[in-house]
């Protein structure tokens, strides 16, 4: 099965980040994804399934 979430995309979240920022980009993917604010740098792990349900948007790297 092909992974819809690969490092180096950026995501779109449905809640800001405090700084006010939605994108995210996938620094690390497996059970939990290591993100990194787009807004303010600030790097965050979150669990696999709390990204599933809150991607709105998938932008794939170049």
Known sequence: MEDRFAVGDIIRMKKPHPCGSHEWEILRVGA???LKCEGCGHQVMV???LVEK????I???A
Do not use: A, C, G
């Not at 809150?54 to 948007?57: A, F, I, Q």
């Open 32 to 34: 939990d994804f290591r």
């Open 54 to 57: 809150n991607t709105k948007e």
């Open 47 to 49: 669990s696999r399934k």
């Open 59 to 61: 932008r794939k790297k």
